[in-house]
Protein backbone atom coordinates (compact mmCIF):
# COMPACT_ATOMS: atom_id res chain seq x y z
CA UNK A 1 0.00 0.00 0.00
CA UNK A 2 2.56 2.61 0.75
CA UNK A 3 5.14 2.93 -1.38
CA UNK A 4 7.70 4.99 0.85
CA UNK A 5 10.33 2.96 2.35
CA UNK A 6 10.78 1.90 6.06
CA UNK A 7 13.32 4.38 8.07
CA UNK A 8 15.68 1.19 7.77
CA UNK A 9 15.56 1.13 4.26
CA UNK A 10 16.10 4.36 3.87
CA UNK A 11 19.72 5.65 2.60
CA UNK A 12 22.11 7.52 5.35
CA UNK A 13 21.22 10.64 5.52
CA UNK A 14 24.96 12.01 4.51
CA UNK A 15 24.56 9.66 1.17
CA UNK A 16 21.24 11.41 -0.16
CA UNK A 17 22.89 14.87 1.11
CA UNK A 18 25.66 13.83 -1.45
CA UNK A 19 23.72 12.45 -4.03
CA UNK A 20 21.78 15.95 -4.65
CA UNK A 21 23.32 18.09 -6.95
CA UNK A 22 22.27 21.60 -5.14
CA UNK A 23 23.67 23.62 -2.67
CA UNK A 24 22.76 23.01 1.17
CA UNK A 25 21.75 26.18 1.49
CA UNK A 26 19.02 25.38 -1.51
CA UNK A 27 18.50 22.19 0.22
CA UNK A 28 17.82 23.52 3.00
CA UNK A 29 15.21 26.23 2.16
CA UNK A 30 13.42 23.28 -0.21
CA UNK A 31 13.07 21.76 3.26
CA UNK A 32 11.88 25.14 4.52
CA UNK A 33 14.41 25.03 7.43
CA UNK A 34 17.29 26.82 7.91
CA UNK A 35 21.02 25.74 7.20
CA UNK A 36 21.83 25.49 10.67
CA UNK A 37 19.28 23.05 11.48
CA UNK A 38 20.21 20.99 8.06
CA UNK A 39 23.97 21.17 9.45
CA UNK A 40 22.63 19.73 13.26
CA UNK A 41 21.26 16.51 11.02
CA UNK A 42 23.84 16.44 8.77
CA UNK A 43 26.41 16.10 11.66
CA UNK A 44 24.18 13.75 14.26
CA UNK A 45 23.40 11.87 10.68
CA UNK A 46 19.92 11.57 11.77
CA UNK A 47 16.61 14.19 10.86
CA UNK A 48 12.98 13.49 11.27
CA UNK A 49 11.53 10.91 9.25
CA UNK A 50 9.69 13.75 7.40
CA UNK A 51 13.10 15.03 5.97
CA UNK A 52 14.30 11.63 5.18
CA UNK A 53 11.55 11.10 3.21
CA UNK A 54 11.42 14.23 0.91
CA UNK A 55 15.03 13.92 0.75
CA UNK A 56 14.67 10.35 -0.77
CA UNK A 57 12.16 11.50 -3.36
CA UNK A 58 14.73 13.91 -4.51
CA UNK A 59 17.80 10.90 -4.88
CA UNK A 60 18.83 8.94 -7.60
CA UNK A 61 17.25 6.12 -5.12
CA UNK A 62 14.10 7.31 -4.90
CA UNK A 63 13.18 8.52 -8.57
CA UNK A 64 14.38 5.19 -9.81
CA UNK A 65 11.96 3.60 -7.38
CA UNK A 66 9.31 6.22 -8.58
CA UNK A 67 10.55 5.33 -12.29
CA UNK A 68 10.07 1.37 -11.50
CA UNK A 69 6.52 1.46 -9.97
CA UNK A 70 5.60 3.60 -13.16
CA UNK A 71 7.10 1.31 -15.73
CA UNK A 72 5.49 -2.09 -14.06
CA UNK A 73 2.08 -0.37 -13.83
CA UNK A 74 2.04 0.31 -17.33
CA UNK A 75 3.52 -2.88 -18.38
CA UNK A 76 0.81 -4.18 -16.77
CA UNK A 77 -1.79 -2.11 -18.70
CA UNK A 78 -0.37 -2.76 -21.58
CA UNK A 79 -0.92 -6.29 -21.13
CA UNK A 80 -4.45 -5.95 -20.30
CA UNK A 81 -5.60 -3.20 -23.08
CA UNK A 82 -3.70 -6.21 -25.18
CA UNK A 83 -5.78 -9.20 -24.02
CA UNK A 84 -9.29 -7.31 -24.24
CA UNK A 85 -7.94 -6.75 -28.08
CA UNK A 86 -7.71 -10.02 -28.58
CA UNK A 87 -11.20 -10.62 -26.53
CA UNK A 88 -12.47 -7.89 -28.89
CA UNK A 89 -10.97 -10.02 -32.12
CA UNK A 90 -11.63 -12.96 -30.99
CA UNK A 91 -15.75 -11.69 -30.48
CA UNK A 92 -15.52 -10.39 -33.49
CA UNK A 93 -14.44 -13.18 -35.52
CA UNK A 94 -17.39 -15.47 -33.56
CA UNK A 95 -20.25 -12.68 -34.84
CA UNK A 96 -18.92 -13.02 -38.01
CA UNK A 97 -19.29 -16.60 -38.29
CA UNK A 98 -22.69 -15.87 -36.88
CA UNK A 99 -24.08 -13.61 -38.88
CA UNK A 100 -22.90 -16.25 -42.01
CA UNK A 101 -24.28 -18.90 -40.41
CA UNK A 102 -27.56 -16.53 -40.54
CA UNK A 103 -27.18 -15.72 -44.24
CA UNK A 104 -27.08 -18.91 -45.50
CA UNK A 105 -30.12 -20.06 -43.75
CA UNK A 106 -32.32 -17.50 -45.21
CA UNK A 107 -34.67 -17.31 -42.94
CA UNK A 108 -35.24 -13.37 -43.13
CA UNK A 109 -35.15 -12.91 -39.28
CA UNK A 110 -35.94 -9.65 -38.49
CA UNK A 111 -32.57 -9.39 -36.77
CA UNK A 112 -30.02 -9.32 -39.59
CA UNK A 113 -26.54 -8.69 -39.83
CA UNK A 114 -25.30 -5.58 -38.22
CA UNK A 115 -21.65 -5.88 -38.64
CA UNK A 116 -20.25 -6.24 -42.06
CA UNK A 117 -17.00 -7.70 -42.36
CA UNK A 118 -15.61 -4.19 -43.54
CA UNK A 119 -15.05 -3.77 -39.99
CA UNK A 120 -11.62 -4.03 -38.29
Known amino acids: ?9 LPPLSF ?4 LPARR ?17 TASQ ?16 GRSAADVEAHNRATVHRQHAGGLARE ?3 LRRRIE ?14 NLPFFSSSLP
Do not use: C, K, S
Request: hydrophobic content about 45%; overall charge positive.
Open 1 to 9: MFRAPTQAG
Open 16 to 19: MLQD
Open 25 to 41: PAVARHLGITERTLERY
Open 46 to 61: QAPRPVMLALFWETRW
Open 88 to 90: NAA
Open 97 to 110: RLEQELARADTGAA
